[in-house]
């Protein structure tokens, strides 16, 4: 997909007029503690998308889609109002998995962590199963040769 300039001056606009109206004027009192991260706009400048994410359990997420569609039309009026673009785009809230994500990436690397210490406590206490230097050397070989001759 191709990155419009444009587009992208308009999705950050976007995405700090839509903060700013949650902070200031949207009193919806099932709006929960809301950070908006990421704002795309298509390349015709018709569409927006709003991901966001949310401070607390799914019910704080609940809520806070429910007041998100509800303000919905009055965040779009204020958007039209101060980007000044012809057609005002229309607005899609999502919520964000990257805190969801972030969460079992995290997970992972302790377990692979925790593996990487078993594996090592393994091999430290580990021992060779025959000589712990199982090849022959060639000071070794002349030896052998000349206590083979006598």
Known sequence: MVDHPRARKLADRIQQIVAQMLDTRIKDPRLGFVTVTDVRVTGDLQHASVFYTVLGDEEARTGTAQAL???????????????????????????????????????????AARRDKEVSALAAAAQYAGEADPYRKPADDDEDEADAAR
């Open 69 to 111: 569609e509800s303000a919905k039309g009055l965040i779009r009026s204020e958007v039209g109002k101060q980007t000044g673009v012809r057609l005002t785009p229309t607005l899609e809230f999502h919520l964000d998995a990257v805190p969801e994500t972030a969460a079992h990436l995290d997970a992972a690397l302790l377990e």
